[in-house]
């Protein structure tokens, strides 16, 4: 593959970054995307995957919020299931 089809594609980071976001990974799309906007600003990395990092940042975010919502609900209903039978 020459230099200017490399230059062409986003980053192998920039596509980790949204497969890993859609599977909601949690951590691993916002390190990914983070990672690879660095080196898309220091010049290192193809700016065209910049929308999938930060696709892949936002889908990370989410899913860590979604998660954190469900633990406190499961933890409000167990709780709650705990006072009920006492």
Do not use: C, H
């Not at 080196?39 to 929308?51: N, P």
């Amino acid at each position: 593959m020459n230099q200017t089809t490399q230059e062409q594609s986003p980053s192998g980071l920039s596509i980790a970054a949204l497969v890993t976001g859609i599977l909601g990974l949690g951590i691993v799309p916002i390190i990914l995307g983070a990672v690879d906007m660095s080196r898309i600003k220091s010049g290192m990395s193809s700016d065209k995957g910049k929308g999938f990092d930060i696709a892949g940042i936002v889908l990370g975010s989410i899913s860590i919020i979604v998660g954190i919502i469900v633990v406190i609900i499961w933890i409000v209903v167990l709780a709650g299931q705990f006072w009920y039978f006492r």
